[in-house]
């Protein structure tokens, strides 16, 4: 089984650039698709990336995402850091029948 | 619109049972694959279960054996049996459907506390 490793924690100011890193501890990063979830306070998650990469409809284009595999890792970039962006941040992948969280990053724009 | 309802979550003694329903509205519940997500008090997602379209199932180790989930298509509904209840099963659990590799559609929850 794998583990996601995420910072437990960032924060960064308004207007500025954010990464939020998931650090997968075996197997290949880029065997499996990687997705990005947000959940604020109280609320139930929802999708921010998809397959890596990918947004959903609305979901703005200053949020995106890249896989890493020198480092077997993946990123969350949000840039334009905007109150509202403030929740927790959960990346998730699969690997034979075992679906996998990360731990969670809250971030805090101060 | 897409609607996941949970419903069962109660208060229950180690050693207890519960079992937790979703009813789903709003898109095809028969053709979807599906699962359980469990968050336990400040802490973070935990996928605890798997269903697919036609009934394979998979479960995280700490609740195989202990946990049975099931399907009724004709009544779009999702069954979580739990059994043998421990202290650390002490979550809010989600009702979840799965879009190829994406939790696309999520429920609002059903509280789990067990505690003597």
């Known amino acids: 089984n794998f583990v996601l490793t995420q910072p437990p924690s960032v924060s960064e100011s308004p207007g500025k650039t954010v990464t939020i890193s998931c650090t997968r501890t075996?197997?290949?990063?880029?065997?499996?698709?990687v997705q990005w979830y947000r959940q604020r306070p109280g609320g139930s998650p929802t999708t921010v990336i998809f397959e890596d990469n990918e947004r959903p409809s609305g979901v703005p284009d200053r949020i995106s995402a890249s896989i890493d595999s020198s480092s077997n890792s993946a990123s969350l970039t949000i840039s334009g850091l905007k109150t509202e962006d403030e929740a927790d941040y959960y990346c998730?992948?699969?690997?034979?029948?075992?679906?996998?969280f990360g731990g969670g990053t809250r971030l805090t724009v101060l | 619109e897409v609607q996941l309802v949970e419903s069962g979550g109660d208060s229950v003694q180690p050693g207890g049972s519960l079992r937790l329903s979703c009813a789903a509205s709003g898109f095809p519940f028969s053709t979807y694959n599906m699962n359980w997500v469990r968050q336990a008090p400040g802490k973070g997602l935990e996928w605890i279960s798997y269903?697919?379209?036609?009934?394979?199932?998979y479960y995280t180790d700490s609740v195989q054996g202990r946990f049975t989930l099931s399907r009724d298509n004709a009544k779009k509904s999702l069954y979580l049996e739990m059994n043998s209840l421990r202290a650390e099963d002490t979550a809010v659990y989600f009702c979840?459907?799965?879009?190829?590799?994406?939790?696309?559609?999520w429920g609002q929850g059903t509280l789990v506390t067990v505690s003597s």
């Open positions: 979840a459907s799965l879009n190829g590799v994406e939790f696309d559609y």
């Open positions: 269903i697919s379209d036609g009934g394979t199932t």
């Open positions: 075996s197997g290949s990063i880029v065997n499996n698709y």
């Open positions: 998730q992948s699969y690997d034979s029948g075992l679906w996998v």
